[in-house]
């Protein structure tokens, strides 16, 4: 299965028309376990003191929000809006997550804020357009999201109360899933601008947009190390999906996984030393942890629905 730029919006696409035919549902959000916190890992586990959030659609009701120690333990649901409530992404100071939902009282897809335990869910885009994929910058101060609002998916920059909305990419390509350098100087996407998807880096004001990958197979869902020297990418150039890395500058891509199954979205943990990625290679798609050699590959959740979308929380607690 090839992870194109079509079937990455495929299901935002099949969620808009669920959103837009339901009738709409007051939130009932599951209750929080009070035991939920980064200091309640397992002493001696190497991912104690780490969150991860993520969706799955575990609850019958589609794809929710949920978020779990990273380890596995402890799963816990923040949204319960049916339908489409995916990709959630910590801000830095751990206090909130945004995340993209499809709601029949928005007639659209939107860009959404919630604290960490799920409250006060907000909408921050307010647009009938398609609006996902949402990074926070690493001051919190501005939000880099997805958005056809002006015609194909585009890369768009919003303020965190979601002012003062800018267009950075201008291409007609489909630009999806951006990432940001640690020091919110630049910003890696997904683009099919040159005929097949790779990954480009750009400056964080859209300016000077380079491609990374330049490979004719299919590279996408980059992800910027924590110290800034690494991106994390899928790519099906050795026949199947698989995570890479490779230098800033595109240089040294190196294979981490090695598998006929198909694996995709990786994410670093917040002092680099693990990667969380998504792979089908127990027969159904569920995020795995490795370190970031490609070593030591452990499954955390085990669930026989799709578990997908793997964020860290970027502030450690002990």
Not at 29 to 58: H, I, M, N, V, W
Not at 70 to 98: C, E, F, M
Not at 272 to 287: C, K, Q
Request: hydrophobic letters at 35%; glycine letters at 8%; charged letters at 20%.
């Amino acid at each position: 299965m090839r992870y194109t730029t079509l079937a990455v919006l495929l299901p935002i696409g099949t969620a808009i028309i669920a959103a837009c035919t339901e009738q709409p549902v007051a939130p009932d959000r599951k209750p929080l376990e009070p035991a939920l916190d980064a200091s309640s890992a397992p002493t001696g586990d190497p991912l104690a003191g780490q969150l991860l959030a993520f969706a799955s659609d575990r609850d019958g009701t589609g794809f929710q929000v949920f978020v779990m120690q990273a380890n596995g333990s402890k799963p816990t649901q923040l949204t319960a809006v049916p339908g489409y409530n995916a990709r959630p992404n910590w801000s830095h100071d751990g206090h909130r997550i945004t995340f993209t939902t499809c709601r029949a009282t928005d007639f659209s897809c939107d860009i959404y804020v919630m604290n960490a335990d799920g409250t006060a869910q907000t909408n921050l885009t307010h647009d009938f357009s398609t609006d996902q994929m949402s990074v926070w910058s690493p001051d919190d101060r501005r939000i880099a999201f997805v958005s056809d609002r002006d015609g194909t998916p585009q890369i768009y920059l919003m303020n965190a109360d979601g002012s003062s909305v800018t267009r950075l990419t201008v291409d007609g390509a489909v630009d999806l899933l951006p990432t940001w350098s640690p020091d919110g100087t630049r910003i890696a996407f997904q683009t099919n601008r040159d005929g097949n998807d790779e990954v480009y880096v750009m400056n964080a004001d859209g300016s000077n947009p380079v491609n990374l990958t330049r490979n004719p197979a299919a590279d996408g869902f980059p992800a910027w190390s924590p110290r800034g020297d690494q991106i994390a990418f899928r790519s099906d150039r050795d026949g199947n999906g698989e995570i890479y890395v490779m230098n800033v500058d595109g240089s040294r891509p190196t294979r981490l996984t090695n598998n006929p199954a198909e694996e995709y979205y990786p994410a670093w943990s917040p002092t680099g030393n693990r990667l969380a990625f998504v792979s089908d290679r127990d027969g159904n798609f569920e995020i795995y942890v490795m370190k970031p050699d490609g070593s030591l590959p452990t499954r955390v959740t085990t669930n026989p629905a799709f578990d997908a979308d793997p964020a860290w929380a970027i502030t450690v607690t002990r």
